[in-house]
């Protein structure tokens, strides 16, 4: 390569990049003045209309910066390999939360993600007023992906989970409710996070037996609707603890 060669190289790349931050400024200046229109809407409790504004400014924010070493290329297509365990290892890489404070993230990346990060909550507190507790537990995740100390969606996620009120959702609950203790400096909001967690734990144990008590009914169904086939039913088999940490099973008529 000849010395002018080179130079025509560099210039075409800084022309590259200007180009690149001068798009992602635009990108940023819409995505900011569409959120300013849904903070109004949210303001005047215009939910639906303040949501299609965040979900608009989102549009404009590019996908959280994945950790390097992580690109894929077309032949890592979880869909062509033939096994749901990649797929689902690549969907962990894809939803791992990035250091954005790393040397390999971009200030415009550091903008974009924290950016993200809010138009995520705030989609989840408008389907929190619209009643929408799933959708806005989905939000609040998107936003904790983006910040996992972000106090408000965390509260958001976890008061939400609590409405939903599963064996599942309580223990989310949980998780969030015992994260929220390492970030609060508050003694005031470490002792009501507290509080909260003893009320949740009897709710916890209640929906985990109710559960566990329907799973086993349709399993009892399942097995009496075979074992019929054959004059028997699982009242035939009896589950006795061995003394041992186990059960045995005996047979009875």
Excluded at 100 to 129: Q, R, W, Y
Excluded at 194 to 204: A, G, S
Excluded at 217 to 239: E, M, Q, R, V, Y
Aim: hydrophobic residues 30%; negative net charge; contains cysteine.
């Amino acid at each position: 390569m000849s010395t002018e060669e080179g130079y025509a190289t560099t210039s075409e790349d800084t022309e590259s990049e200007q180009v690149i931050i001068t798009l992602n400024q635009i990108n940023l200046d819409i995505a900011n003045e569409r959120k300013a229109q849904g903070n109004e809407l949210f303001r005047a409790g215009k939910w639906n209309e303040a949501l299609v504004a965040y979900q608009a400014a989102l549009n404009c924010v590019p996908k959280r910066p994945q950790p390097k070493g992580k690109e894929r290329s077309p032949d890592d297509n979880p869909s062509t390999d033939g096994t749901e365990e990649a797929a689902a290892v690549t969907q962990q890489e894809e939803d791992a939360p990035v250091d954005v404070s790393s040397p390999g993230v971009s200030e415009d990346e550091k903008k974009f993600t924290n950016l993200h990060a809010v138009l995520s909550a705030n989609i989840g507190a408008c389907h929190v007023k619209l009643g929408e507790y799933k959708e806005a537990v989905k939000a609040c995740s998107e936003a904790i992906l983006d910040d996992p100390d972000y106090i408000k969606a965390r509260e958001r996620r976890a008061s939400c989970n609590e409405i939903l009120g599963t064996w599942t959702s309580y223990t989310a609950a949980q998780e969030d409710y015992n994260a929220l203790l390492k970030l609060y400096t508050s003694p005031a909001q470490i002792n009501d996070v507290q509080k909260k967690l003893r009320i949740l734990k009897p709710k916890l144990e209640a929906a985990q037996k109710r559960e566990t008590d329907e799973m086993l009914s349709k399993l009892k169904g399942l097995g009496d609707s075979i074992l019929g086939n054959f004059g028997l039913s699982t009242n035939n088999f009896k589950f006795e603890p061995n003394g041992q940490g186990g059960y045995s099973v005996n047979f009875t008529r």
